[in-house]
């Protein structure tokens, strides 16, 4: 399992988490989309916008390995801001490649991209 150095642990000053610290014994948990209803709570949110904001800023536009990445964090955006960069996709591989949808992210979390 990769270990994306430098890549923020948590939200700050909350118990969400961004990656994991060790790959399981049972395999990596399956990436599976989740519903984002429009009643979450504002903490839900920031951890969204934080994580897709530390995605841009190490990864940029290119394709990256999901590495150490948490599925459950990774869940509340793919599907939309971020999709499968390789296909076959195998959701439960810590091998994964992901990328960003840029369009759908700036138009979801515009104050993460007005930069650019």
């Known amino acids: 399992m990769l270990k994306h150095r430098g890549f923020p642990g948590r939200l700050p000053g909350s118990d969400l988490q961004f990656v994991i610290r060790r790959a399981s014994s049972e395999g990596a948990t399956p990436i599976k989309a989740r519903e984002r209803y429009a009643d979450r ?39 939309r801001e971020l999709v499968a960069a ?13 990328r960003i949808d840029i369009e759908t992210a700036r138009a979801a979390f515009p104050g993460v991209f007005e930069d650019d």
Request: charged share 30%.
């Open 41 to 79: 709570r504002p903490l839900d949110r920031a951890a969204d916008a934080a994580f897709i904001a530390a995605l841009w800023e190490h990864f940029g536009e290119e394709p990256f390995e999901r590495g150490n990445l948490d599925a459950g964090r990774i869940g509340w955006l793919f599907g």
């Open 86 to 98: 390789e296909d076959p996709f195998d959701p439960a591989s810590y091998d994964a490649l992901l």
